[in-house]
């Protein structure tokens, strides 16, 4: 028996040095069983006592409150109706003549009027107007009437009888200028006098409503409430939206406006109506003071030592991630922190020899790259070779042979000096000029070149014999027996340097432009520098960002685009 228990507590021992979740399980659940399990009972208990507590009084009144406005405003509304149906009403004035003015005199009884409709707005009101059965209207000439007979509500209105008025919520916008969402509580009567263009006219007044619907809002959410307000032909002209379901225990507040008609509805669930939440206020920050205090003393406890390691894990990724590749964290135990420590310090050696390794492997192979695209041959002894042939040439009399020599020698020159990668773009120009008069030679006067370069694009530097394989590719491929014209233009761009070299050759089509950039179809060897290790000679200089694009049209044109990085030698 004795051996049995030592069983299980060696066997607890193992599981707790080995697994942290078992440790991470353990904490969590004395940390959240034991302030729920004391507290949720005493929770429950003392919350049980408050379902039969009494009305609030802040309720009632901020309900009450809501009756007065809306009364308050429709009261505003209506005396003002009254007054100005009263004065259109009256036998003895004939206010208005005429729709539109005809005479003077005619025009100035019509801004009378509408001085006086002006008279009448308060602070809440947003407009009114005197609106006759053919349209025309009396009042600021903001308002769109032809929009405001499409709102549903109008067509109500052709229904009204005499002493009737209509009173609802809607959108202003039938307005021209303003904000079109902006809600609005109108009242329209119909003007009781028969004479003239009053005939069947009818009064509009608008009061902005946002203060009044958001007081509503706000009974909503602090109340957790839903209202309806129905006007004198018991329609609903305003509903909480996404209200719950009625049922039978739910708080109901009804209020009649005798005067409109108006019956205004507020219905309270009874577990927001009848709560007080005060004891459980009280407990609630005794649960959690407690669950705080009890969870810092396990935190501390249990976690010290573990954040300990986790913090020497952390610091030890810190110092890889400025470059201490040197970095090994030392192993204390064999649980997942251990593992993680492990493959933590094979990474950083795996990941050390990488780099040697990736950086000797680049360093070559850039230093092998550069090398291959320069002619692999003996510069002494050409130079010597070419110089004999030319002074030969001389002694002969044979002009053209020299001067091609001669060219050509400048040409050689400029290729296979390896003395500085990066030369000014002037110098590379003075190496095509060379070129082209060994063409020029070789074939007679049959090609044209222009030559346009902005001066402040001369000394930006750019790689030794970029230019010459696109010349090369022009007069072997795109001319025949030299013939054709050579457009080369450079300007300076924003932050760049852009060169464009275009022939009137027979030009290409796309896969042989493909090919042309395509490393598959680089020469191996090292024989010949092509189109494509221009392209590449600026991207392992400059950045793959910039390099060499070709467009082309067969049997028209063909245009060679370079861009690389103003850099300006700073040795002159």
Known sequence: MNNFFKNIAAGIKFLFYRNIRTKMVVFFLMVALIPLALFGLLSYEKSSTIVNKQYNDYERFAVSQLDKQIENTIQQMYVVSKDINNYLSDPTLIILKEEIPKTYSAFIENKNFERYLEAHKTYNTKGIYLITNSGYYYGNDRLNVHQLFLKPFWKEINNLNEGQLWIGFYNADHYYTGNKKEKLMGMVLPIESQFGVLKGSK???????????????????????????????????????NAPGDLPTDIVYKNHIETYGWDINVRIPQK????????IYRYSILAIIFSI?????LA?????????????????????????????????????LAVLGRSFNDMVNQIKGL??????????????????????????????????????????????????????????????????????????????????????????????????????????????????????????????????????????????????????????????????????????????????????????????????????????????????????????
């Open 203 to 241: 009064l509009l007044i608008e009061t902005n409503a946002e203060e009044l619907l958001s007081y509503i809002t706000f009974l909503e959410k602090s109340l957790h409430s839903s209202i309806t307000l129905k006007n004198g032909n018991h329609q609903i002209v305003y509903k909480t939206k």
């Open 272 to 279: 927001y109506f009848y709560k007080s939440s005060n004891v």
């Open 300 to 336: 501390v406890l249990f976690s010290v030592p573990m954040s300990k390691r986790i913090k020497s894990l952390k610091t030890s990724m810190e110092r890889v991630s400025k470059g201490d590749l040197n970095t090994q964290i030392a192993i204390t135990s064999d649980d997942e």
């Open 293 to 297: 205090i009890l969870a810092c003393i």
């Open 355 to 572: 780099i040697d390794q990736i950086s000797l492997t680049e360093r070559l192979k850039r230093q092998a790259e550069l090398k291959a695209f320069h002619y692999q041959i003996n510069p002494h002894l050409l130079f010597n070779t070419l110089n004999s042939i030319q002074w030969k040439a001389r002694l002969l009399g044979a002009k053209e042979v020299q001067a091609m020599i001669y060219h050509l020698t400048e040409v050689l020159h400029e290729n296979l000096n390896f003395s500085d990668e990066l030369i000014p773009l002037q110098k590379e120009l003075q190496t095509i000029q060379h070129y082209l008069k060994v063409q020029e030679v070789r074939y007679g006067h049959t090609f044209d070149y222009i030559e346009e370069v902005q001066d402040e694009c001369l000394d930006c530097l750019i790689p030794r014999m970029t230019l010459q394989p696109l010349f090369e590719n022009i007069f072997f491929h795109a001319f025949e027996d030299g013939q054709g014209r050579i457009e080369l233009k450079v300007a300076e761009k924003h932050e760049y340097i852009e060169l464009t070299l275009e022939d009137d050759g027979k030009g290409m089509d796309k896969e042989t432009i493909r090919k042309l950039l395509d490393p598959k179809q680089h020469d191996v060897r090292g024989k010949g520098i092509g189109v494509y290790n221009v392209d590449q000679r600026i991207k392992l200089h400059f950045g793959i960002e910039y390099g060499l694009t070709i467009e082309s049209i067969i049997g028209v044109k063909t245009i060679f685009r370079m861009r690389w990085p103003k850099r300006r030698n700073t040795n002159d």
